[in-house]
């Protein structure tokens, strides 16, 4: 879990900024409406809905916003009609990245997608040699500044999770993706608020690299992140100890 561990506390402290708030408040959104479109606006019966509300509670997006996106979703607001597009690739030093993407125009998500690994000296995978790399998984973080690992691990290994671990200030929480939703309650019956919650692909073997590959790929990771069709972006990269993203 150490290579995960490590890019989620990246991602983290790169989402926390105020800049990246309104794009992901913006995905989140485009998360429930297809959710909502495919399966109904009722999250009871559409596990999908469930899980992407869920997300969107755990970034702290408020409760309107969410309504609204479901109602795009079922048509009660205008929205947009979005396509599912999951791209396999390979980084620099054989890391593995899983793209998912929504977008509207599929043949300028798959541009984009490829001029930017192009430009970072990756590459298109076959499909499914990138993927079973991966293990879906609920990965549920919280602010280790103002939880202890202990008062999180008891609630947590109560409400079924598989394994709580303190890295750099985040407390990160793992489970099955059957169990995510009864972890992610307990922890807000019990008020210990989280910074994001998610099912999420975490990597079976991370791969290590040196730090020059290390900075490419965080580069690389960040660019397709910042693509307005680009939903999710996964790796198995495990950077070295002392790694800064720029």
Do not use: C
């Not at 913006?26 to 596990?47: C, D, F, V």
């Not at 671990?165 to 793992?174: H, K, M, N, P, Y």
């Amino acid at each position: 879990m150490s290579g995960h561990s490590k890019w989620a506390t990246i991602k983290h402290a790169k989402g926390a900024a105020d800049a990246k708030r309104g794009q992901m408040f913006t995905k989140l959104i485009k998360e429930i409406s297809i959710a909502a479109r495919m399966g109904g606006g009722n999250p009871e019966g559409n596990p999908r809905l469930r899980t992407a509300i869920l997300k969107a509670r755990g970034a702290n997006m408020p409760k309107d916003n969410i309504d609204r996106a479901i109602k795009k979703g079922t048509g009660e607001l205008e929205g947009v009609n979005y396509e599912e597009l999951t791209y396999e690739a390979y980084a620099g030093g054989g890391v593995g990245v899983l793209i998912e993407v929504l977008t509207d125009n599929k043949n300028r998500a798959a541009a984009d997608v490829r001029n930017i690994l192009t430009r970072a000296g990756g590459e298109l995978a076959k499909a499914g040699s990138v993927a079973r790399l991966f293990t879906r998984k609920g990965i549920i973080t919280l602010d280790g500044e103002k939880y202890t690992e202990d008062q999180v691990l008891e609630v947590a290994l109560e409400g079924g999770a598989e394994d709580v671990a303190l890295s750099d200030g985040v407390i990160e929480v793992t489970t099955a993706p059957e169990d995510f939703e009864a972890v992610v309650n307990a922890l807000e019956a019990k008020s210990l608020g989280t910074t994001s919650a998610e099912i999420s692909m975490v990597p079976e073997a991370p791969v290590g690299v040196d730090k020059d590959t290390a900075a490419k790929i965080a580069r690389l990771l960040d660019r397709l992140e910042e693509n307005d069709d680009v939903q999710n972006v996964y790796s198995n990269v495990e950077y070295p100890e002392d790694f800064e993203a720029e």
